[in-house]
């Protein structure tokens, strides 16, 4: 496997145990606090079953039952600065919202303009209908393009035998943090 400034490897129990120098895995910078993270990869074929679901229209729901189901999972606490942990939750809980307020704005379009004839119901619930499908996409292109990049992700493998852990390859971390827990990897290795 090539090596990368942005990616590291580390066990299972090492992200659950929180075992890392404080060094922020976003910024590279002293790490002022914790925040747990959970990875979850699913199985290579679970991508092949979305799009071959997806075309008889339940995709979406087979998939996170596939996901939920049968992906390897680690979870724990990685250290970052304070400025870093407010722009994680922000990524992490904006779009979620988003996607909550927009089948609210459906609600009351339907509350507002499906039992009256009267114009006026109709326009403002078909000005909800609408901003409810902006704020809809507003909050997938949020979930699905701007929170990946944002925060540290993960690979999690699966356990092989002959080892006590499944190992997780940590991605998009910052390099001087890759590099201080590959460092206090190879020290434990030799000690």
Same mark, same amino acid.
């Given at each position: ?15 659950? *145990? ?72 922000? %990524?992490?809980?904006?779009?979620? *919202?988003?996607?909550?307020? %927009? ?37 997938? !292109? ?25 190992? !997780? ?6 390099? %001087? ?15």
């Amino acid at each position: 496997m090539v090596s990368r400034p942005d990616r590291v490897q580390i066990w299972a129990a090492q992200l659950a *145990a929180n075992d890392f120098p404080p060094v922020c895995a976003m910024t590279g910078r002293p790490a002022e606090t914790w925040r747990r993270f959970r990875f979850a990869t699913p199985p290579p074929w679970a991508y092949l079953l979305l799009i071959l679901v997806c075309l008889g229209g339940l995709g979406f729901i087979a998939y996170a039952i596939v996901m939920t189901a049968l992906a390897q999972r680690a979870s724990g606490y990685l250290p970052l600065t304070l400025a870093s942990r407010r722009l994680v939750n922000l %990524a992490f809980r904006v779009p979620p *919202a988003l996607l909550g307020l %927009a089948v609210l704005m459906w609600i009351a379009a339907a509350i507002i303009g499906l039992p009256t004839s009267d114009p006026t119901h109709d326009t403002i619930g078909a000005i909800l209908f609408w901003l409810g499908l902006l704020v809809l996409l507003a909050g997938l !292109v949020g979930r699905l393009v701007v929170t990946p990049l944002v925060g540290p992700r993960a690979k999690v493998h699966e356990q092989l035998p002959g080892q006590y852990d499944k190992l !997780v390859e940590l991605r998009n971390v910052n390099p %001087a943090f890759a590099a201080a827990v590959s460092q206090v990897n190879q020290a434990r290795a030799a000690g």
